[in-house]
């Protein structure tokens, strides 16, 4: 039988990517959760048996994600605020949104669909430097928090809120900055530094692999730019099973 996913943010980049690789496996069921009714056909273009379904993670109350979580297998969250509308919009997307839908999988009636969420690598308590950190990953960090302080601030928020549930399995993904340039099919995973860059087009591999595998539930995942080819560096994290969230 086919596995029901649900993609919030469906019309985001990594989104459209992940859709399209889920529609060429041709066993998952996709239900895209988009917040424009004009989207819909851009999901339907990159996979013609996809479901899209309007909602908003700012207007529509928790009660309409759960009943589409209803029977879903795995939701995927891609969705994010992109820094448009200020610091206010940022909370209300990246984090008040986000508290939403863990909020919304808790109340599926019956089995719970795993949540893969993705974040950001560098999430974490601004006070507290990861002792893997090079001085290069140091004054990365203080530069993209210089310019983007709202969105760390309230992903980490986020990221704690759902790191403290039980009542659903949950994987966080971090990748570092992305880009538009095409995958390589390659990765470094797992503790990894802050950069390079990664392809969204590989972000989206890893999420569709991710999706197969409940056994990476409980664990954060980083993920940048490096040469490992990307099922094989994921699967020796998972098995490894040590988290890359560090609170
Ligand atoms: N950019 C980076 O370098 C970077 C680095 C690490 C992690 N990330 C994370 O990676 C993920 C994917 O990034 P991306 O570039 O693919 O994102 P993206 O293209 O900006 O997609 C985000 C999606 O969220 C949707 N969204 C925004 N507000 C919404 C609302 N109120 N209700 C429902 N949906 C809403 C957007 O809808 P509209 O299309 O209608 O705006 C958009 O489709 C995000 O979670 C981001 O935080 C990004």
Redesign the pocket.
């Known amino acids: 039988m086919a596995k029901k996913v649900t993609i919030?943010?469906?019309?985001?980049?990594?989104?459209l990517r992940l859709t399209k690789l889920l529609a060429g496996a041709q066993k998952y069921s996709v239900t895209s959760?988009?917040?424009?009714a004009t989207?819909a056909s851009d999901i339907l273009a990159a996979d013609p048996s996809a479901t899209a379904v309007v909602?908003?993670?700012?207007?529509?109350p928790v009660s309409e994600f759960a009943e589409t979580f209803q029977g879903q297998d795995v939701v995927v969250?891609?969705?994010?605020?992109?820094g448009?509308g200020g610091e206010e919009r940022t909370k209300?997307?990246?984090f008040e949104?986000a508290v939403k839908v863990f909020d919304a999988i808790e109340q599926v009636q019956g089995p719970k669909p795993r949540l893969i969420l993705?974040?950001?690598?560098d999430i974490r308590n601004p006070d507290v430097i990861p002792a893997h950190y090079t001085e290069e990953d140091i004054a990365l960090s203080k530069r993209v928090r210089g310019a983007i302080s709202a969105?760390m601030h309230w992903?980490y928020e986020a990221d704690k809120n759902l790191v403290a549930r039980t009542a659903f399995g949950w994987t966080i993904l971090?990748?570092?900055?992305?880009t538009d340039v095409p995958g390589t099919g390659k990765a470094s995973i797992g503790r990894t530094h802050l950069s390079p860059?990664i392809s969204?087009d590989d972000?989206a591999r890893v999420l569709a692999l991710l999706i197969d595998r409940p056994d990476a539930s409980g664990l954060a995942i980083d993920l940048v730019g490096g040469e490992t080819p990307i099922e094989e560096a994921l699967d020796a994290f998972i098995k490894k099973g040590e988290t890359d969230w560090l609170g």
């Open positions: 919030v943010g469906g019309h985001g980049k990594v989104s959760i988009i917040r424009d989207q909602l908003s993670l700012e207007d529509s969250w891609s969705a994010g605020a992109g448009k209300k997307v990246d949104g993705v974040s950001a690598v969105y992903k971090r990748p570092g900055g992305l860059t969204r972000v």
